[in-house]
């Protein structure tokens, strides 16, 4: 399992459907993910779907839960994310803070740590973040824990910066 000082990362389950779609029905929230709209329940399930799928990647891969140790309260999701970029396989470091979560260095947390449990435990050398441009909190999470900006990409009609830490 993967720990932080805070949290307590586990996979998603059908039990947790009403927590991912209070994430993405919340406007702030979904304002740079996609396309920016928030998803009805049938797109909720799609997304669900979606993180099913890729837990086939491995035990560790995959958008995960993460609950706070202290309450067992969910705070959002975070996780190891494959990505095909430019035809080529890379692993993404995504995160999402519920909004009343903000600002307390949650997002941070869990980057660092899976990062640290990338590199260590799945040997893992080369990680990215995508972010749009506009998102000036998620660029400070990646260049926190160490990644630069190294392109721009144009990503399902998305401009999105490509950070990398090698």
């Given at each position: 399992m993967i720990t932080s000082d805070r949290l307590r990362f586990r996979r998603y389950t059908?039990?947790?459907?009403?927590f991912l779609m209070s994430l993405l029905?919340?406007?702030d929230v979904v304002r740079y993910i996609g396309n920016g709209n928030v998803r009805d329940k049938e797109g909720g399930q799609e997304f669900?779907?979606?993180i099913y799928r890729t837990y086939e990647f491995g035990e560790y891969y995959g958008l995960m839960v993460l609950v706070n140790k202290e309450d067992n309260s969910l705070i959002g999701h975070a996780g190891l994310v494959p990505q095909t970029i430019d035809g080529k396989e890379e692993i993404e470091i995504g995160y999402w803070i519920a909004k009343r979560y903000w600002g307390k260095g949650y997002a941070t947390e869990a980057a660092k740590t899976l990062l640290d449990y990338g590199k260590a435990q799945l040997k893992l050398e080369r990680f990215i973040a995508l972010i749009q441009p506009?998102?000036?909190a998620s660029k400070k999470v990646a260049e926190k824990i160490g990644m630069t900006l190294e392109k721009e990409i144009v990503l399902k009609g998305q401009d999105v910066y490509l950070y990398s830490l090698s």
């Amino acid at each position: 399992m993967i720990t932080s000082d805070r949290l307590r990362f586990r996979r998603y389950t059908n039990e947790d459907f009403d927590f991912l779609m209070s994430l993405l029905s919340d406007p702030d929230v979904v304002r740079y993910i996609g396309n920016g709209n928030v998803r009805d329940k049938e797109g909720g399930q799609e997304f669900l779907n979606w993180i099913y799928r890729t837990y086939e990647f491995g035990e560790y891969y995959g958008l995960m839960v993460l609950v706070n140790k202290e309450d067992n309260s969910l705070i959002g999701h975070a996780g190891l994310v494959p990505q095909t970029i430019d035809g080529k396989e890379e692993i993404e470091i995504g995160y999402w803070i519920a909004k009343r979560y903000w600002g307390k260095g949650y997002a941070t947390e869990a980057a660092k740590t899976l990062l640290d449990y990338g590199k260590a435990q799945l040997k893992l050398e080369r990680f990215i973040a995508l972010i749009q441009p506009a998102n000036t909190a998620s660029k400070k999470v990646a260049e926190k824990i160490g990644m630069t900006l190294e392109k721009e990409i144009v990503l399902k009609g998305q401009d999105v910066y490509l950070y990398s830490l090698s």
